[in-house]
C-alpha cells in the first residue's frame, strides 16, 4: 500500500486520507468524556430498552456499554437489574459492585444452572459484584464443587480474579488490583512526571544483546499515586524484544531508591539466543516519548477496551484471559499495577505488557500478550 497521506495530528504516514487509528480513538473517547448529562442519560436509557442486544454484542449497545462503563462510570444499578431479569451474564463488568438484590439473583442463577458455560459466565458477574456474600458464594463452591466444575480449567477463586481480588482457603479475602486509575498523557518536551514510561539502560539482554529498557519508572511518593502504598520509587525493567518470549513473566527486583537487578530468565523455546528486532531509531522513539502521568483520575475500567491507553491502576484489558502472576519470594498473588500498549511507543510493535508487583517482597512482573 502506498503511504500517500499523512495523520493531521500526529504525522503518521497512511494509505488514507484521515486520522490514524489512535487518532481516530483519542478523538472517539475525549467525545465520551465530554457527554452531558442529558446525553449520558439518553445513552443509558437506550441501552435499559435494549438490554438484550448488549448480550448479542450488537451495536450500538455494546459500544455504548464499554463507553458509559469506561469513560463515565455510569452503569446504574436501574442497568444492572434490567440485565438480571433478561438474564443477560456477559459481559461481566455490567455488574461491577451492583447492589444487594442483583447479587442475591446472581447467586441464586449460579446454585440452579447445571450448564458449565453459564456457571463459568455467573462466576466472572459475581466476581465483578465483589462483595463479602459473593466472596462467600464463591468459596463455598470451591470447597464443595458442583458437576459443572470438570468442564471448567480453573477454580473459583481463580474467577474471583476477574474482578481484581482473590481468598485462600480461610476464607481470607486479598485485593489484587486498586480502586484508583490514571490515564498516561501525552506531555510536552522535558515536562516533569512522576512516571515515566522507557528509560533505555546501557546493559544489554543476554538473549538478544538489545539494550534493557527500564518500561517503567515510577515515584510512589508523588501526591496522585499515594494509593499505591509505596514510598519511593518503583522501577520495572525488561527486554522489550524478548519479553514476549520468555518462559513466564519477567521479573526484577526493586529497592525504594531506585536500584534494580534483573531476575534470570529463559526463552520459552528453550534457546539460549534471540534476534534483536528493535532498531536503534525503535529505541529512540521509546527513550523521547512524550508519556506523563494524567492530572486526574479517571474511571476504574478507563484502560479495559481500549487499545491504545496507558494506565495506573485500575483494571487492565486483558488480550487473553486476565492473569495474575504468583510472587517467586512469598507466593502470594502478586498486584496489578499498569498496563502498556507496545503500540504506543514505537511503531510495527503488538500487544500489551502488564505489570504487576508484590509489595511486601519489593518484586516486579512483567508479561506480555497478544492477539
Ligand atoms: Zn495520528
Ligand atoms: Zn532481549
Ligand atoms: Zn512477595
Redesign the pocket.
Known amino acids: 500500500m502506498k503511504l500517500n497521506y499523512q495523520?493531521p495530528?500526529?504525522g503518521?504516514p497512511l494509505g488514507y486520507e484521515g486520522?490514524?487509528w489512535?487518532?481516530k480513538s483519542e478523538q472517539d473517547r475525549q467525545s465520551v468524556m465530554n457527554w452531558t448529562a442529558e446525553q449520558i442519560k439518553e445513552k443509558q436509557e437506550l441501552l435499559i430498552s435494549n438490554i438484550q442486544r448488549l448480550a448479542n454484542m450488537e451495536d450500538p449497545e455494546f459500544t455504548i456499554f464499554w463507553q458509559l462503563l469506561s469513560y463515565q462510570n455510569a452503569i446504574t444499578p436501574e442497568i444492572q437489574s434490567k440485565a438480571l431479569t433478561a438474564e443477560i451474564y456477559y459481559p461481566c463488568e455490567i455488574y461491577y459492585h451492583a447492589p444487594e438484590n442483583v447479587r442475591d439473583g446472581l447467586i441464586a442463577a449460579l446454585q440452579k444452572t447445571d450448564d458449565s458455560q453459564e456457571a463459568n459466565n455467573l462466576m466472572c458477574c459475581l466476581a465483578m459484584q465483589g462483595d463479602d456474600k459473593a466472596m462467600e458464594t464463591l468459596l463455598e463452591l470451591e470447597k464443595n464443587p458442583r458437576d459443572w466444575r470438570a468442564n471448567l480449567y480453573v477454580d473459583p477463586s481463580i474467577y474471583a480474579q476477574c474482578g481484581g481480588w482473590t481468598f485462600n482457603k480461610e476464607g481470607h479475602r486479598i485485593q489484587l488490583n486498586f480502586n484508583t486509575c490514571y490515564p498516561m498523557v501525552k506531555g510536552t518536551l522535558n515536562e516533569v512526571s512522576p512516571v515515566k514510561i522507557g528509560r533505555v539502560r546501557e546493559d544489554t539482554c543476554p538473549h538478544c544483546g538489545g539494550h534493557m529498557v527500564d518500561i517503567l519508572v515510577l515515584d510512589g511518593r508523588d501526591e496522585r499515586l499515594k494509593f499505591l502504598g509505596l514510598d519511593g520509587i518503583l522501577t520495572a525493567t525488561c527486554c522489550p524484544n524478548c519479553v514476549g518470549f520468555l518462559k513466564g513473566p519477567a521479573f526484577n527486583s526493586f529497592t525504594l531508591d531506585g536500584d534494580v537487578e534483573v531476575f534470570p530468565s529463559e526463552l520459552f523455546d528453550g534457546e539460549e539466543k534471540m534476534d534483536c528486532y528493535v532498531r536503534p531509531e525503535d529505541y529512540k522513539a521509546l527513550a523521547d516519548n512524550l508519556f506523563v502521568l494524567g492530572k486526574m483520575s479517571v474511571p476504574l475500567f478507563y484502560g479495559a477496551a481500549s487499545e491504545d491507553v496507558n494506565t495506573i491502576g485500575g483494571f487492565a484489558n486483558w488480550v487473553q484471559d486476565w492473569e495474575y502472576t504468583t510472587c517467586p519470594h512469598c507466593g502470594k498473588p502478586m498486584k496489578y499495577l499498569a498496563q502498556i500498549q507496545w503500540d504506543t511507543l514505537f511503531d510495527g510493535t503488538e500487544g500489551t505488557l502488564y505489570i504487576e508487583f508484590c509489595p511486601d517482597c519489593k518484586i516486579v512482573s512483567m508479561q506480555h500478550q497478544q492477539t
Request: proline share 0%; net charge positive.
Open positions: 495523520c495530528i500526529c503518521t486520522l490514524c489512535k487518532c
